[in-house]
């Protein structure tokens, strides 16, 4: 697990890539053609960006004739979530405690 959450973190360290994966949440799988249109970089370039996605597990692609489309894998994208989420109540706990230390330390020593 903690390998794979290296490689989705690290393929959605770019900007390109975070694009893609946005582009497939919102509107579901793609062609290469239509993800690679808003972006201004060369073809070969951007395939290597979808290898990348491919490899960490973010996406799939499949071929039907001349057009590969790019789906999204839903399961990827959970697990990063919940580990985002996971880390978010743990910090979430801890400033809950500082605030209430503070608190305490405002109102004064107890007697």
Sequence with gaps: MANN???VFSA???PTRR???ERLIEGGPAPVSTLHEPHDIALPTFLRHLKVLEASGLVRSEKRGRVRTVHIEAAAVAEAE???ARQRR???RRL???EALVRD???GPKT
Excluded: P
Aim: proline share 0%; hydrophobic share 55%.
């Design 82 to 84: 919940n580990w985002l």
């Design 5 to 7: 959450l290296d490689q």
């Design 105 to 107: 330390m405002e109102k």
């Design 12 to 14: 959605m360290a770019d």
């Design 96 to 98: 809950d405690r500082l």
């Design 19 to 21: 694009a893609v994966i």
């Design 90 to 92: 743990l910090w979430e």
